[in-house]
């Protein structure tokens, strides 16, 4: 429902006047008061904002020339500077965090546990598990005495209404990567349900911490404070839940065929502070048709790999079928522990005798395939080890060993598309990445991903040429005729303008010390084509992104601060005169 400024300027927080507002104003709230805030409260000790101000106010924690007349204004319902309201939706922020942080936590818990992984031939928006979480997340919606609308199970909305015209879509979304749960095991040999929160010191374990129901839960509970604390809005906010964000991302354009498109979004689906830029997401998918195998000796008939063309996996494991399993064990031991010395040795190759078979692992770190360079992929390592073996050990030459010499002569260990020739990189945005990820394969073919993502700097088509034209004078040469079908999406590039942006710069940089500049980032988010889009966190840049891993974590300390950012934003975009 609308609601006039003239309606709430009296309820709580007062807008100060349009034409002296200054959104780029610093709040001046220092990091040691904010601690310092937070440890003289608990959830039980607050009613509310305006009494967690009240006591702030009376304590020695806000009396400075800035915060004090801040607060008081804000209590007697007077118009406030840009600085005192930028003071005040920092408190906002905290109050958050101790009104609610053990409430958002449960609730992420409660949503981790909802499995919503795709199901081969299942559509997504009849998946019960999405079934299931739409219905929850309506519910805590309902509670919150926010408008939800359900789009044919399709994308979730969450409305917080204001007086003016703008709409601020705010992306994140439902659907997680699938998990390979014997993956999920910590160093000590800790086991881990992926759909489980599981807290071991600081870190809250399970598939979605990271990615991306962290970023439903603090947009919920920011929604919920700004609405029951009366607090007024120059804008419309809409909470936009993705179902379809790491398959097929058909779920949003669905919803814009039906709905609206917002003039400005942001997906809590990405990086700090504010990220302006986004490579293309391409794939690589070559399949290579069942054969006969062919020569003497052992043969490959089974080899893992990542679940989703954008996930590195912790593991790949390949299955052997020869007569002389416990010799074959010893040579590709021995063969493997030569590998591993010839090329970084930083991963490991084990085998394992099981009955007539023998199973090889290859044991790497996952990543996120939008950064290659944080993980040691298994996948590219077994596949290059298996081509390894010719000469070395007796293999029957079949659709697996097909790929392998593809993988080898094409793409190798390397993650820029050196192998290939390919690489290129932009100043600002970085390199081109090529990963090695996706594994299928049934009795008709077996199928192998290369994941890309890529700069500015060559347009989609003449990048698409360029990889075709060299994969087809490789199968001319090595008589290997694998089925490539090759797509590439458009970078996302923003020309960063508008108040908002500024805000939002000024909000994360802030709360989190980080350097007052844009960054750019190699993951797409479903801002990448809409009009003034851009990622506002949830990562930290400096520290390793643990979405699509096996053991995918979020820390505490980094929920709840989440938690606090994106409400002083929701407090500080809402009400920019102009956005």
Same mark, same amino acid.
């Given at each position: ?6 309606? *709430? ?70 118009? *406030? ?19 609610? /942080? ?283 080890? *298996? ?48 990963? *090695? ?60 303008? /508008? ?71 929701? /407090? ?8």
């Amino acid at each position: 429902m609308n609601v006039s400024l003239k309606h *709430l300027a009296a309820a709580t927080l007062v807008l100060a006047s349009f034409s002296s507002f200054s959104p780029a104003a610093f709040a001046n709230l220092t990091p040691q008061q904010g601690t310092a805030i937070l440890s003289s409260f608990n959830d039980a000790s607050v009613k509310d904002f305006r009494q967690f101000l009240d006591r702030v106010g009376k304590s020695d924690l806000a009396k400075t020339d800035t915060l004090t007349p801040a607060i008081t204004g804000f209590l007697a319902n007077k118009p *406030l500077t840009a600085e005192q309201q930028n003071e005040i939706h920092r408190l906002l922020g905290l109050y958050a965090r101790v009104k609610y /942080g053990a409430a958002a936590t449960e609730t992420l818990r409660e949503l981790v546990a909802i499995p919503t992984v795709r199901q081969d031939g299942v559509p997504q928006h009849e998946n019960p598990a999405f079934i299931e979480i739409a219905a929850k997340i309506k519910s805590l919606a309902e509670s919150f005495h926010l408008n939800f609308r359900n789009i044919d199970n399709r994308v979730y909305e969450i409305s917080l209404e204001g007086a003016g015209k703008d709409v601020v879509g705010i992306h994140a979304h439902a659907d997680v990567v699938p998990v390979t749960p014997e993956n999920w095991v910590l160093e000590d040999g800790t086991h881990l349900d992926p759909f489980k929160v599981t807290l071991i010191g600081d870190r809250m374990y399970g598939r979605g911490t990271e990615d991306d129901k962290n970023g439903i839960v603090v947009a919920l509970y920011a929604m919920k404070i700004i609405k029951e604390e009366k607090l007024p809005l120059a804008r419309t906010f809409k909470l936009l839940v993705d179902t379809t964000e790491e398959t097929a991302g058909d779920a949003i354009p669905y919803y814009f065929e039906r709905n609206p498109v917002p003039e400005y979004n942001l997906a809590l689906d990405g990086s700090y502070p504010v990220v302006i830029a986004e490579k293309g997401y391409g794939t690589v998918m070559a399949t290579f048709p069942r054969r006969a195998a062919e020569g003497q000796g052992a043969e490959v008939t089974s080899m893992t790999g990542g679940m989703a063309t954008n996930q590195i996996p912790s593991r790949s494991v390949a299955t052997f079928v020869t007569d002389t399993p416990e010799a074959l064990a010893a040579e590709l031991q021995r063969a493997g522990v030569d590998y591993v010395q010839r090329n970084g040795g930083n991963f490991d190759i084990n085998t394992k005798v099981e009955g007539k078979g023998v199973s090889l692992t290859v044991t790497g770190v996952s990543a996120h395939s939008s950064e290659p360079e944080s993980g040691v992929n298994p996948v590219a390592r077994m596949l290059g080890f *298996l081509n390894s073996l010719d000469g070395k050990v007796a293999l029957k030459h079949n659709a697996i060993t097909d790929a392998a010499r593809y993988a080898t002569d094409n793409w190798g260990l390397d993650y820029l598309g050196e192998k290939l020739g390919v690489g290129f990189s932009d100043a600002f945005m970085g390199p081109l990445t090529a990963s *090695l990820t996706y594994v299928a394969q049934d009795d008709k073919a077996f199928k192998l991903a290369v994941n890309l993502r890529v700069p500015k700097g060559k347009s989609p088509e003449s990048l698409k040429a360029e990889i075709g034209k060299k994969l087809d004078a490789w199968t001319e040469k090595a008589r290997i005729t694998p089925a490539f079908d090759v797509s590439i999406a458009e970078p996302m590039y923003r020309n960063p303008e /508008g108040e908002w942006v500024k805000a939002l710069l000024t909000v994360a940089s802030e709360n989190l010390n980080m350097p007052h500049t844009f960054g750019t980032s190699a993951g797409a988010t479903s801002v990448h084509e809409l009009p003034n889009g851009v990622q506002f966190g949830l990562a930290r840049p400096d520290v390793k992104y643990t979405g699509h891993t096996d053991s995918e974590f979020k820390t505490t300390e980094q929920f709840l601060l989440d938690l606090q950012i994106v409400t002083e934003m929701f /407090g500080r975009i809402g009400q920019l005169p102009k956005l």
